[in-house]
């Protein structure tokens, strides 16, 4: 599935008509269109459903999904809640992708109110979305050069006109007397990449006055104007206006079909030569009287005839200075009520664009890059439907406290705090939280007597007595632990306050490995910027053999496909091929042998060195011949030093929010935090272990 994403370069670009007509051009051509415009922005009248949604369910029969409020994008974004707003973007674009080939996403435009956040948040909407980006330039008062400046500027926010993700331009409104070929070879002198391979000139739209003729009706709202007479407004379009502050004579030449005349209310000459011009067929678009003189009611009742046969006439108090200055900056973009004009743009545009490309490139099938906006959506929107019950036992600690009352909320796990409960109220009420309804809270005390002989016969082989097993179970790790071996609960969740042996050693004594497996290791979600990587071991093994390290990239490998992450494994070192050797080498290049004896199906390829495995130009010059170098989704690092020393540089340098660790290998899921977790850490460790565990049921 495709998405394209339709970037304004500057203001009125005209963004909208070009979702209308390419949306119609891509169905033309045969494929399943879809439309989402991720973020309201409504005009001044507008009422009701945002005016994009409005224009495509009306011209084109499809009915898109309700962006997100304005207010409350930008009350979000005041609170810094940006990954929660794109969260909610990735899930309402899932309704408009399902069952389409490919779906057109409007960006947001510039106004001039706010120039700059639009832009920034476009960037953040596109990478969300793991779209393509297609530019929308109109030249408006620049010249050529402010033209080519204009889209290489707005290229550079997306990676750049030769990022693969840039696919092109379109040019819409263009005037220019030579003609539009003309005007691409003059633009292509200041920006020679337009037209080539790396960045497409995917239409160029003529400018078509008719077609931005707003109906006379349509200015009457915008300017508040009070109605004399309505007339033809809602048929009459207005093509021209004409400010008429001349005697007749010179004003008569003016009078033509399509104007508006614009004129103090007390030229009772002008109003009387517009009535004449109406009578003698000239369909005028209509009278606007301005400066706040009323019409002598004697001079109407002259013009009765040309108002009866449908001359528009209204009145504004303005000046005729301000009222000009009112007209020409009325926003022209088409109402949402004007069918008429949607259904014509839409042939119009659709009829000049080059969708040749497009058509080809949708209709091939398109391995998707996980965002971490569609990766947390995801996470969260599988752990809500799991409905699974995670036990925490390191139920009083605050940070968790506050997790487990997030993930109650929104229902993303039932949630078992393991602590006393007056111990848990107090926490909440010193920092403000609010327990929610269902949110279980089990005193240790009083329920350690249920697991002793649970637990003596689980390690019988080991000799434990009553005693002992009632020693242990005071650890609220242990008991929880038992929870889970006992399938009274479907995960858990520690590490706030415990180090990760103290997490990891009762399942490994309770639990076990799964099948198949014989150690248990980790791997972290690196939410980067615009993908999601799988980073493993970075937790559990200090110093792994080769096949131990093969065990972890099936592992790692595994884990990905559970959370929507497509697998190429890179096995990390610090040679790439046989550019190096060492034992550390060796070990790798056995590791890699290992995994691919074991998994000849999954793309697993190494050594490696990092910059091979993630950058696509130095993959290709260092190992030209590998499915893995420059692409990998899944790093695996030779030990725990490279691994933990790694994922911390890239969290703290890259800023990106890590989640995991994630435990593998055990046969049920048992999850370790940092200690240095923060709330949002322990809510997606929960939510992970949910899906963990749904992911168990369903085997």
Not at 242 to 255: D, F, G, K, Q, S
Not at 665 to 691: E, H, M, Q
Request: with cysteine.
């Amino acid at each position: 599935m495709h998405a394209l994403f339709l970037a304004p370069t500057g203001f009125s670009v005209g963004l909208n008509s070009i979702s209308l007509g390419l949306f119609r051009a891509l169905e033309q051509a045969g494929l399943k269109v879809g439309f989402f415009k991720p973020i309201a922005q409504p005009f001044p009248l507008d009422q009701g459903r945002e005016r994009s949604c409005l224009l495509v369910e009306r011209a084109l029969g499809y009915t898109a999904p309700d962006p997100i409020p304005l207010e409350q994008v930008e009350h979000q974004l005041a609170n810094g809640d940006l990954d929660l707003l794109l969260e909610e973007v990735v899930s309402r674009y899932q309704q408009a992708a399902a069952g389409k080939d490919v779906v057109i996403v409007e960006g947001m435009m510039p106004t001039h109110k706010a120039a700059d956040y639009p832009v920034r948040l476009n960037t953040h909407l596109a990478k969300s979305l793991d779209a393509e980006v297609i530019l929308v330039a109109a030249q408006g008062e620049d010249s050529l050069k402010q033209l080519a400046e204009r889209i290489e500027i707005q290229a550079q926010s997306f990676g750049g006109a030769k990022d693969p993700k840039v696919l092109g331009v379109v040019l819409n409104k263009v005037r220019y007397a030579a003609g539009i070929p003309a005007f691409v070879e003059q633009l292509k002198q200041a920006l020679p990449i337009l037209d080539t391979a790396d960045f497409q000139l995917l239409g160029s739209i003529p400018f078509q006055t008719e077609l931005n003729a707003l109906r006379t009706r349509d200015v009457a709202e915008l300017l508040g104007a009070k109605v004399l007479n309505a007339g033809e407004a809602e048929q009459r379009r207005i093509q021209q206006i004409v400010l008429c502050a001349r005697a007749v004579p010179n004003t008569v030449p003016l009078l033509q079909s399509g104007v508006l005349v614009v004129t103090p209310g007390d030229r009772d000459d002008i109003i009387l030569a517009a009535a004449l011009a109406s009578l003698n067929g000239v369909k005028l678009a209509g009278l606007l009287l301005c400066s706040d003189f009323a019409p002598d009611e004697r001079i109407m009742g002259l013009c009765k005839a040309a108002l009866d046969s449908g001359l528009p006439v209204m009145t504004v108090t303005t000046g005729s200075y301000d009222t000009a200055n009112n007209l020409f900056g009325l926003n022209k973009e088409t109402p949402s009520d004007d069918i008429e004009r949607a259904k014509n743009v839409t042939q119009f545009i659709a009829s000049h664009l080059h969708p040749e490309s497009l058509h080809t490139r949708c209709s091939l099938p398109r391995e998707l890059r996980m965002s971490p906006a569609a990766f947390r959506y995801q996470l969260v929107k599988r752990a809500q439907d799991a409905n699974k019950r995670i036990v925490l036992p390191e139920g009083s600690e605050p940070r968790t406290v506050r997790a487990a009352a997030i993930c109650q909320e929104r229902q993303i796990a039932r949630c078992v705090l393991l602590a006393k409960p007056e111990e848990v109220h107090k926490v909440a009420q010193e920092q403000g939280i609010n327990l929610p309804a269902g949110l279980e809270i089990l005193d240790p005390e009083q329920i350690i007597g249920n697991y002793v002989e649970p637990m003596v016969e689980m390690r019988k082989a080991k000799g434990l007595t009553p005693e002992q097993a009632r020693e242990q179970l005071q650890d609220t790790v242990v008991l929880g632990t038992m929870m889970l071996a006992l399938d009274e609960v479907d995960g858990l969740v520690s590490g706030a306050i415990h180090t990760t042996a103290n997490t990891i050693r009762p399942a490994l004594q309770l639990i076990k490995t799964a099948p198949g497996y014989n150690l248990v290791s980790s791997v972290f979600f690196m939410l980067l910027p615009d993908q999601v990587l799988v980073y493993g071991d970075c937790a559990v093994n200090p110093n792994p053999n080769a096949t131990e390290l093969a065990e972890i990239a099936l592992q790692s490998a595994e884990s990905a496909v559970a959370l929507g992450v497509s697998p190429r494994v890179a096995m990390i070192s610090y040679s790439t091929g046989t550019s190096g050797s060492g034992a550390e080498v060796e070990k790798v290049v056995e590791a890699t042998r290992i995994a691919q004896d074991r998994r000849p199906d999954l793309p697993i390829d190494g050594p490696l060195q990092y910059d091979a495995a993630s950058v696509l130009s130095v993959g290709k010059q260092k190992a030209p011949n590998s499915k893995v170098a420059g692409q990998a989704t899944v790093f695996v690092f030779p030990d725990l030093n490279t691994g933990n020393t790694t994922y911390k540089a890239v969290q703290r340098n890259a800023n990106c929010l890590s989640v995991g660790p994630m435990l593998q290998g055990l046969a049920k899921p048992v999850n370790d935090l940092s200690r240095g977790a923060l709330v949002d850490d322990i809510v997606f460790t929960i939510a992970l272990t949910a899906l963990q565990a749904a992911n168990r049921s369903t085997r």
